[in-house]
């Protein structure tokens, strides 16, 4: 699928932080993007993540605008993150799980185990950070032994609903994560595209509901947003038994 101009996406980091090139021992082409949180002169909280993107490899090795916005969302949510149980599926370049390590969250970052590629540039991000975060190959839909070993109270996923095939396997396997820990969240942000039906039938199906449903734009800072385009929504989701919340 082809992903490169979707949602106004201009290639280039999105957050206003510096971004250098090189070519690697293979020829090729990779840029470190710098991604700032906070602001250094105000906040004694702030900081930057690195990411380590590949021009010449998969959407898997880019930073989208959907995980600028999540990652910001995470920022802005700190204190809900400290000390907790977080996991990002579909991570790419894992710049909101890196967030959420950095505000001291203990974060599993997984992609599919077939994209090995992608795995490791997740371990590469993390050495570039300094960050512990454990890294594993993790399928949708498959009930791998790895998936019975994570217990995430938080559940990240940024542009993890664009391809429609693979929304059943999504949504079987973010229900299983949720009902092995009570209370426990999925956040994920998404282009409102024409899946959007399909998206409701099943979380319906899933025994899913919606707490929270907002713009992505209505808590970026005016430099992040405008340097992103597109229709992304941020949606909290979790079991249907689950008590609070507000849809």
């Known amino acids: 699928m082809d992903r490169e101009n979707e949602g106004g996406y201009d290639g280039s980091s999105g957050t206003g932080g510096e971004t250098t090139g090189k070519s690697d021992a293979a020829g090729q082409m990779t840029t470190i993007s710098v ?30 605008p959907c995980g600028i916005v999540l990652a910001e969302y995470v920022w802005q949510q700190r204190r809900r993150f400290f000390g907790t149980s977080v996991l990002e599926l579909g991570a790419g370049t894992s710049l909101p799980g890196l967030v959420a390590a950095k505000l001291g969250a203990n974060v599993t970052l997984t992609d599919d185990s077939n994209r090995l590629e992608v795995l490791e540039n997740i371990r590469k991000v993390c050495d570039l950070n300094k960050l512990n975060c454990e890294v594993v190959g993790l399928q949708w839909g498959v009930w791998d032994p790895c998936i019975f070993n994570v217990h995430p109270q938080i559940i990240l996923g940024a542009d993890v609903l664009y391809d ?13 994560l949720l009902e092995n820990v009570p209370g426990s969240v999925f956040i994920t942000t998404y282009h409102n595209r024409s ?5 409701e039938f099943l979380m319906v199906k899933w025994g899913l509901k919606c707490m929270k449903l907002v713009d992505g734009f209505s808590f970026m800072p ?20 689950q008590q609070g919340g507000s849809t």
């Open 222 to 241: 005016l430099d992040k947003a405008s340097r992103l385009g597109g229709n992304i929504q941020l949606a909290e989701i979790a079991l249907c038994c």
């Open 164 to 176: 429609s095939s693979a929304f059943n396997d999504l949504f079987s396997t973010v229900t299983f």
């Open 35 to 64: 991604h700032r949180f906070g602001e250094p002169d105000s906040d004694a909280d702030s900081f930057t993540v690195a990411i380590i993107e590949n021009m010449q490899e998969e959407y898997g090795m880019f930073v989208w």
């Open 195 to 199: 899946g959007h039906h399909l998206i």
